[in-house]
């Protein structure tokens, strides 16, 4: 994945060659190399004060870095199988991670110690992302569900209903009422949080969709897939207004550039595009 400071001045990224790196933003130069992983490295996200940065990889491990000094804080074990994503909470007291062991849990970032395995998909898990209000957390999974989770009281809040096909990611509407999804049917979903049921469908689009992102004002929504095609939909109106051939395939991440008139992917050939939206 690809992932900005909160300050945007540094953006961080998961590497197929274990490493994870950091960028100066925007001039593009490299700041630090941070090795360490012994395996490709699946996700990187900034703590919400920017003083720590969270990576995961295929070696089983989460590891908390100090990106000022590019120095490791701790390495965090206990999955079983790849970390796929990671992600703190609003406040930045918990961290939490989905894993190809299918389990959803939640760590304190700042001894590393497991809160909680909150429990688990028939699948592999492949996103996870809180609430804007940190009240909730949205796991996505081959099983083809969305579990929401209640974090205050570390138990499964809801599974939203089953598709027919595996939900790659997804995410909560800025407004926390809705959660937002992409599925190997191609579709974006929104689905209502109260009430548990699909609200809104957007597509089919022209490729298998891996990234999502959402504009800082909650009206954007950016996706971007495999075949090496981005995405803008309006979430207001359910309406496409950008489709944008990128450099190269296997575009697995994207995330809007801090002034959000570029979007920055993260590619299979290890390379990363930064991409006008105008």
């Excluded at 007291?93 to 760590?107: E, F, G, N, P, Y």
């Excluded at 700042?110 to 609430?131: E, R």
């Excluded at 209640?150 to 138990?155: C, E, G, H, N, T």
Aim: proline share 4%.
């Amino acid at each position: 994945s690809v992932s900005f400071s909160p300050d945007g001045k540094l953006l961080a990224t998961a590497g197929f060659d274990n490493d994870v790196r950091l960028w100066s933003y925007p001039t593009g130069k490299e700041a630090r190399i941070l090795k360490g992983h012994t395996g490709p490295a699946y996700c990187v996200a900034f703590s919400p004060d920017g003083k720590v940065l969270a990576s995961s990889s295929h070696d089983k491990t989460i590891r908390l870095w100090n990106p000022a000094d590019g120095k490791l804080i701790r390495e965090i074990k206990g999955h079983t199988g790849i970390v796929d994503a990671i992600t703190f909470s609003p406040d930045g007291q918990q961290l939490a991670s989905a894993s190809s062991d299918k389990s959803v849990r939640v760590w304190n970032p700042a001894d590393g110690k497991a809160i909680k395995t909150l429990g688990s998909h028939a699948k592999v898990a492949y996103s996870v992302s809180y609430s804007a209000d940190g009240k909730l957390l949205a796991t996505a999974s081959e099983d083809g569900t969305v579990k929401l989770w209640d974090v205050k009281a570390m138990k499964l809040s809801k599974s939203l209903p089953k598709l027919k096909y595996g939900v790659v990611n997804a995410r909560f509407s800025k407004d926390g009422k809705s959660v937002i999804s992409i599925d190997r049917e191609r579709m974006i979903r929104l689905f209502d949080v109260a009430s548990g049921k699909e609200s809104k469908k957007m597509g089919p689009l022209a490729d298998d969709p891996y990234g999502l992102a959402l504009s800082s004002d909650g009206m954007t929504l950016a996706v971007s897939g495999y075949a090496g095609w981005l995405y803008l939909w309006t979430l207001a109106d359910g309406k496409q207004k950008l489709k944008k051939k990128l450099p190269s395939f296997g575009a697995y991440c994207v995330a809007f550039t801090p002034d959000e008139k570029s979007v920055v992917t993260g590619h299979d050939n290890q390379k990363c595009y930064i991409t006008s939206l105008a």
